[in-house]
């Protein structure tokens, strides 16, 4: 016998044991001038090589979701191993908000109007492509339009509770 309907474990115990999986640090930017937003996370990953395109997981809690929602273009980029301090500012760290999230870091904006994290180690512009909504999150996929890399940027991680980074 089967039990698909056996209860949930406490979200502070998946949380808890998330904390064992490595994740790899990216970043979602939406928007232009003062009005940009953006998040830092680690669920993006490869979803389709043909056509492009990426899967992130974005809370519809977070301040940037409106605007993505909104926008259908975002900016997604691996965070290399010096961008802890980008990634810090694009969670929020100290209250920061919006568009001061940008300052400090390099940034050039695509002729699709996206903005890009000038050094990153990989970067995308993308079209939304389907937002699905699942528990708190939505599962947003974007259609690559543009692709622009930075070989030898190493990579930021996070893992239990901690930046890390990878280098060659
Ligand atoms: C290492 C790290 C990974 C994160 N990954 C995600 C994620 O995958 N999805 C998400 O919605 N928020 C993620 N967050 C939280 C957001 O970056 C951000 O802190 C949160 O949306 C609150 O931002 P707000 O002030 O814009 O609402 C992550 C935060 C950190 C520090």
Redesign the pocket.
Same mark, same amino acid.
């Given at each position: 016998m089967t039990k698909q309907n056996h209860p949930a474990p406490p979200p502070e115990a998946f949380k808890s044991a998330m904390r064992g999986l490595v994740?790899a640090?990216s970043l979602i930017t939406v928007g232009q001038g003062e009005a940009a937003? &953006?998040? *830092?996370?680690?669920? &993006?990953i490869s979803l389709s090589a043909d056509p492009p395109m990426i899967l =992130?997981? *974005?809370?519809r =809690?977070?301040?940037?979701?409106p605007l993505l929602a909104r926008e259908r273009v975002f900016g997604w980029q691996a965070l290399g191993a010096a961008h802890q301090p980008v =990634?810090?500012r694009?969670?929020?760290?100290g &209250?920061?908000?919006?568009a001061a999230r940008y300052a400090g870091a390099d940034w050039v904006t695509t002729d699709t109007g996206v903005r890009l994290l000038a050094d990153a180690p990989l970067a995308f512009a993308c079209a939304v492509e389907d937002l699905i909504d699942r528990g708190t999150?939505s599962i947003v996929i974007g259609r690559v339009l543009q692709i622009t890399t930075r070989p030898d940027s190493g990579a930021l991680l $996070?893992w239990d509770g901690q $930046?890390r980074v990878l280098t060659n």
């Open positions: 994740g640090c937003n &953006g998040l *830092v996370v680690t669920t &993006g =992130a997981c *974005v809370n =809690a977070s301040s940037c979701w =990634a810090e694009f969670s929020g760290k &209250g920061l908000q919006g999150h $996070y $930046y």
